[in-house]
């Protein structure tokens, strides 16, 4: 994969993407939390949980941007109201 297409990948190779990595960090997680592994293979899969994780929060991270931009340039969204300043009853 060329890096011009890594960096515009489609909304659905996207969703795919944090599909795929936050599937795989599941199966990481059962794996270390079954135990019965080496030392060497629990570091291993370790380290690719947390790449995973950092995956997936590049994505969530992104994904609350895009949404914090929609909610600033809609126009008369009502954000200005969902911002939690209302008093409580």
Known sequence: ???SSKDAPSTAQRAASYESARDEL???VARLE???L???ESLTLWER???LAAIC???LDGARER???ALRTAPDSGAADAGGDEPEA
């Open 57 to 59: 929060t590049r994505f």
């Open 26 to 28: 599941a199966e990481v």
């Open 49 to 51: 949980g947390e790449k």
């Open 1 to 3: 994969m060329t890096p």
């Open 38 to 40: 080496s030392l060497d």
């Open 67 to 69: 949404v914090e931009q």
């Open 34 to 36: 079954a135990g019965g």
